[in-house]
């Protein structure tokens, strides 16, 4: 396993499961979001927004993801997804990722916008200080 560098502080191994595939063979291009969305609730939960969310109803809402396609992935990979963040706004911040192959082949990379959200209240709020703090210290900023 290579080390992991700035900006990605989180990883997760994922192995490719067989239904995950297309009938071209190779991994479906949705399944891609759905490692990024796997790690990226590993990081919420280190930064306390799935604590939040669950006590006072602040969480995140997903404004905005990409996915850049680099290599195709077949059955029986086994991948790891890393994660970091490399903005903190008002309201928002963003994460990038990185999928790497057994071989540490970059095969896909993508971003992700969080907004802050009260679910209770239907609109954005601010980052707290708390989850701006959270993610420093797991940045190691």
């Given at each position: 396993?290579?080390?992991?560098?700035?900006?990605?502080?989180?990883?997760?191994?994922?192995?490719?499961?067989?239904?995950?595939?297309?009938?071209?063979?190779?991994?479906?291009?949705?399944?891609?979001?759905?490692?990024?969305?796997?790690?990226?609730?590993?990081?919420?939960?280190?930064?306390?927004?799935?604590?939040?969310?669950?006590?006072?109803?602040?969480?995140?809402?997903?404004?905005?993801?990409?996915?850049?396609?680099?290599?195709?992935v077949?059955?029986?990979?086994?991948?790891?997804?890393?994660?970091?963040?490399?903005?903190?706004?008002?309201?928002?911040?963003?994460?990038?990722?990185?999928?790497?192959?057994?071989h540490?082949?970059?095969?896909?990379?993508?971003?992700?916008?969080?907004?802050?959200?009260?679910?209770?209240?239907?609109?954005?709020?601010?980052?707290?200080?708390?989850?701006?703090?959270?993610?420093a210290?797991?940045?190691?900023?």
């Amino acid at each position: 396993m290579s080390p992991l560098h700035p900006p990605f502080v989180l990883e997760i191994d994922i192995p490719v499961a067989w239904g995950e595939q297309d009938a071209f063979g190779h991994l479906n291009n949705v399944v891609q979001f759905r490692y990024f969305e796997n790690v990226r609730m590993y990081f919420l939960e280190q930064i306390g927004v799935l604590r939040s969310h669950q006590e006072q109803g602040i969480g995140v809402i997903l404004a905005t993801t990409t996915c850049q396609f680099l290599k195709p992935v077949i059955w029986p990979m086994h991948l790891r997804v890393r994660t970091g963040c490399t903005a903190i706004g008002n309201t928002s911040f963003t994460l990038v990722y990185e999928v790497l192959d057994e071989h540490d082949d970059v095969v896909a990379t993508g971003s992700s916008v969080q907004v802050m959200y009260d679910y209770k209240a239907y609109h954005k709020v601010p980052v707290t200080p708390e989850v701006r703090r959270a993610i420093a210290d797991l940045q190691r900023l």
